[in-house]
């Protein structure tokens, strides 16, 4: 089922025409394909804004609940490994909002 729908997607973009053993009409898809490519960059955009808030929300936690302090000893590497995390999602929104915003 999965596969059918990327494939629809990919191949086809439920096109009027279009058929999975021949592929879309070239042409008639145009308009298609950017709304396609535009649904995966906004996908692309939102798991990266979860990306930052998730490494936000980590660094908060060492800082704020004792609970989130004890269970960690290496308390100084998880809020590191956290800003990484977080800094490197930002870079990448970053990136793609220059280019494609």
Known sequence: MIAQLVEQVAV???VGGSNPSHGAK??????????????FLEAAKKELEARIKN????????????VGVGEHS?????IIKA???????????????????
Do not use: C, P, S
């Not at 490494?55 to 004792?66: G, P």
């Not at 800003?83 to 915003?101: C, M, P, S, T, Y």
């Open 12 to 14: 086809n973009h439920r």
């Open 55 to 66: 490494a936000e929300a980590k660094i908060n936690l060492y800082l704020t609940e004792a």
């Open 83 to 101: 800003a990484e995390e977080g800094a490197h999602a930002q870079d990448v929104l970053d990136f793609i909002n220059k280019r494609w915003n």
């Open 74 to 78: 290496e308390i100084r590497e998880e």
């Open 26 to 39: 070239i042409g008639e898809t145009k308009m298609e394909r950017n709304a396609v490519g535009n649904l």
